[in-house]
């Protein structure tokens, strides 16, 4: 009886577990906001990906994004300028 117990106890761990690792995949909707953010004195790219939610991206790819998606020739920003942050959820 106790194998069995422990067997079933087991098997719904497992399950638990599968379901959380790929329940996360499915999401169904996108959300994308878009926040005007006016950069600070010593603000990089990577400081401001922080700040925001980056759904399914590393901070990393995060910010290579913001940077695409300001058209930045470089990572340097200056004090005072303004760049679009996108900020992506999944629900």
Same mark, same amino acid.
């Not at 719904?12 to 994308?32: H, M, P, Q, R, Y």
């Not at 290579?64 to 004090?79: G, K, P, Q, T, V």
């Given at each position: 009886?106790?194998?069995?117990? $422990?067997?079933?106890?087991? $098997?719904?761990? #497992?399950?638990?577990?599968?379901?959380?690792?790929?329940?996360?995949?499915?999401?169904?909707?996108?959300?994308?906001?878009?926040?005007?953010?006016?950069?600070?004195?010593?603000? #990089?790219?990577?400081? =401001?990906?922080?700040? $925001?939610?980056?759904?399914?991206? #590393?901070?990393?790819?995060? #910010?290579?994004? =913001?940077?695409?998606?300001?058209?930045?020739?470089?990572?340097?920003?200056?004090?005072?300028?303004?760049?679009?942050?996108?900020?992506?959820?999944?629900?």
């Amino acid at each position: 009886m106790r194998k069995f117990v $422990f067997m079933l106890v087991v $098997f719904l761990i #497992t399950i638990f577990a599968v379901d959380s690792a790929f329940g996360e995949a499915e999401k169904d909707e996108v959300n994308v906001y878009y926040n005007q953010v006016r950069v600070l004195k010593g603000d #990089t790219y990577w400081d =401001i990906a922080g700040r $925001f939610s980056s759904d399914g991206m #590393t901070r990393e790819e995060y #910010t290579e994004y =913001i940077m695409e998606f300001n058209n930045a020739e470089n990572d340097s920003l200056m004090a005072g300028q303004s760049i679009i942050v996108p900020v992506i959820e999944y629900v």
